[in-house]
């Protein structure tokens, strides 16, 4: 089993209130999303299939972003927003 998917089961059981970047964006290039820095204070992600997605309804777009503290870690509420749109691409991964 990968590292990013050991990330992703200890990001299901529990979240520190603050995660470490690196392992935020190992499970990010796991799932295939599209990466840029917006400068030093965040990540901004998207993937190609979310544009697909009719997931207006959820309050949820086809791009995010991930602020960081102090450029290193990313914070719970940011993760649990992360994990929301990975369980989207599971749910359309079990369609196709």
């Known amino acids: 089993m990968s590292k990013a998917?050991?990330?992703l089961k200890q990001w299901r059981r529990h979240v520190k209130p603050q995660e470490d970047k690196?392992?935020?964006l190992k499970v990010l290039k796991f799932f295939g999303?599209?990466?840029r820095e917006g400068g030093k204070?965040?990540?901004i992600a998207s993937h190609?299939?979310?544009?697909k997605?009719?997931?207006n309804m959820l309050g949820l777009s086809d791009e995010f972003t991930?602020?960081?503290?102090?450029g290193r870690k990313?914070?719970?509420w940011a993760i649990d927003r992360l994990l929301k749109y990975i369980g989207l691409l599971e749910g359309q991964n079990e369609k196709e």
């Open 5 to 7: 998917s050991d990330i």
């Open 74 to 76: 990313i914070r719970k």
């Open 48 to 51: 190609p299939k979310l544009k």
């Open 33 to 35: 999303f599209e990466i």
């Open 22 to 24: 690196n392992d935020v």
């Open 66 to 70: 991930l602020p960081l503290v102090k």
């Open 53 to 55: 997605l009719d997931y």
């Open 41 to 43: 204070h965040q990540i």
